[in-house]
């Protein structure tokens, strides 16, 4: 949504994408920009989610209904894939060597590759803890937290695993929060998480977004914000999204942008991962 001027007139244009096709409205402002213009911005934006709701919730009825018909053994089967593509995708952003047909070599025929042993370690925690996390219906807590990144990294990086961060990180050019206010950051990211009134796949972005601006951990932030991104949207019944390796540059771009322009990104893609099930 921006804000344009034409002959000394204001308007106010969103555009967005409705059944394959882009829309664009403009409101009428006038020689002056209102007062109340977060108001027209919000009044703007209904039609463009009324649609992209109605989408979210074809979504998750389809994807419920193909998993009620899916016979127990096979959706064992099913998670398990999903996991191995997931371990490899999230891990291979953060810099792992392991490619797919060795993660799935680790995790199922229990053969180490010739890589390096903290890439095999964290391959195989990663894949325990993802099925766990599908398994186990926990809220998300500080405690929840803090045991997945010393499953995932106690063998790895004894010195930082399963407690937050007492220095200062960066990433590229982005520089955390100080490490002093990342308990109360943490505190107001739970409480957001409690009481947030949204759709389960705007939550997920929003969370995402916050977490990966507090980066609470010395290391692993982005595993464990991944998988929080799946816990939400497995435990609230909508089907789950990998962020792909190959993919990663726009991930990356989108968590450079506001909060706003991140979640536009995420909902975009997600429709797109899943699209075959509110066509």
Partial sequence: MRLIKKGGYYYLKHSFRKDGKVITREKYLGREIPKNIE???LELLKESQKSLYMNLEKIRYNFQQEWKRCPESAKQREKEEIALAFTYNT????GSTITLEETREIIIDKTAP??????????EEHFKTFLEMLDKPKKISKELLLKWHQDI?????????G?????????????????????????????????AKLNPVELTARAHYKFEKIHPFGDGNGRI??????????HHGYPMIIIEYAKRKSYYKALQRNEDGFVNYFLRRYLTVHKRRYV
Avoid: C, S
Wanted: charged fraction near 40%; charge should be positive; avoid cysteine.
């Fill in 39 to 41: 108001k027209t911005k």
């Fill in 91 to 94: 891990n291979a952003i953060e």
């Fill in 114 to 123: 010739n890589k390096p042993l903290k890439d095999i370690r964290e391959t």
């Fill in 153 to 161: 990294f106690r063998e790895t990086k004894p010195d930082i695993a």
């Fill in 163 to 195: 407690r937050f961060r007492d220095f200062l990180v960066r990433v590229g050019p982005y520089r955390a929060p100080d490490w002093q206010d990342v308990k109360d950051l943490m505190k107001g990211f739970f409480k957001f998480l409690k009481e």
């Fill in 225 to 234: 914000g991944r998988l929080i991104m799946n816990h939400i949207l497995w």
